[in-house]
């Protein structure tokens, strides 16, 4: 499956470093898209959800969307041990319950170091 | 905070056995999933439950799989002659069913090992 891809890493960067994470994808008909956060054998866990093109912000993490690029970065500012995890962007289309149906990147092993 | 809960953690099978995979969603919830995580790999739809039937399924959700919502709190996944290549993570996730809003809430996971 090539409709959303993501460079899995690894990322190792140190506490305090600014991380960028990017994810491509070909569907446009994709509107909705989130990152997700997965610690090792846990279920995925939403950090960012954003309708269509533009910017979001919450706290130390800004997901942007630019959908003429197909292209979605998550960058995390000032980042800390416990950002270690794999992050996975995801994004679908329609509505009903096809709304719920994700697709997912591989994920990035990301790792900040003390 | 609510939770999607799902047992077990972890099952250990032989291929050809059946298993069941439970799941209770969030109670408010409408929407239903199952996903899997094959080892190393993304994470992938395997069917959408809404209004007691299936609302969509992926090319891997073939005859081998079923779902079910047998009283007003669990949801299952069946899979009933298990393949070697059944070994993956499944996760079931859930949503309300709020107009635009798609966020899922995932349960940790049930990990299938089939020897």
């Known amino acids: 499956q090539k409709e959303v891809e993501q460079d899995p890493g690894p990322l190792s960067v140190p506490e305090g470093a600014i991380v960028s994470l990017n994810c491509t994808y070909s569907n446009s008909a994709f509107q909705y898209f989130m990152w997700y956060r997965q610690y090792s054998r846990k279920g995925p866990e939403l950090l960012m959800y954003?309708?269509?093109?533009g910017n979001k912000e919450d706290g130390r993490f800004t997901a942007q969307v630019d959908k003429s690029s197909k292209y979605i970065s998550l960058f995390i500012r000032d980042s800390q041990p416990s950002d270690s995890a794999t992050y996975l962007c995801?994004?679908?289309?329609?509505?009903?319950?096809?709304?719920?149906?994700?697709?997912f990147g591989r994920g990035t092993q990301l790792t900040v170091w003390p | 905070e609510p939770e999607v809960t799902q047992t077990p953690s972890h099952q250990v099978t032989q291929m050809g056995q059946e298993v069941i995979l439970r799941c209770v969603p969030i109670s408010n919830h409408l929407y239903f999933y199952w996903y899997r995580q094959i080892l190393g790999q993304k994470v992938e739809f395997l069917v959408s439950?809404?209004?007691?039937?299936?609302?969509?399924k992926s090319e891997i959700f073939d005859d081998q799989f079923s779902v079910e919502r047998p009283d007003g709190s669990n949801f299952t996944l069946k899979i009933r002659s298990t393949k070697l290549e059944d070994s993956a993570m499944y996760f079931c996730a859930s949503r309300t069913g709020s107009s635009g809003a798609n966020v899922l809430t995932f349960g940790a996971g049930s990990r299938l090992t089939v020897l």
């Open positions: 954003t309708y269509s093109s």
């Open positions: 995801a994004m679908s289309a329609g509505k009903g319950s096809t709304l719920g149906r994700l697709y």
């Open positions: 439950f809404y209004n007691n039937e299936i609302s969509e």
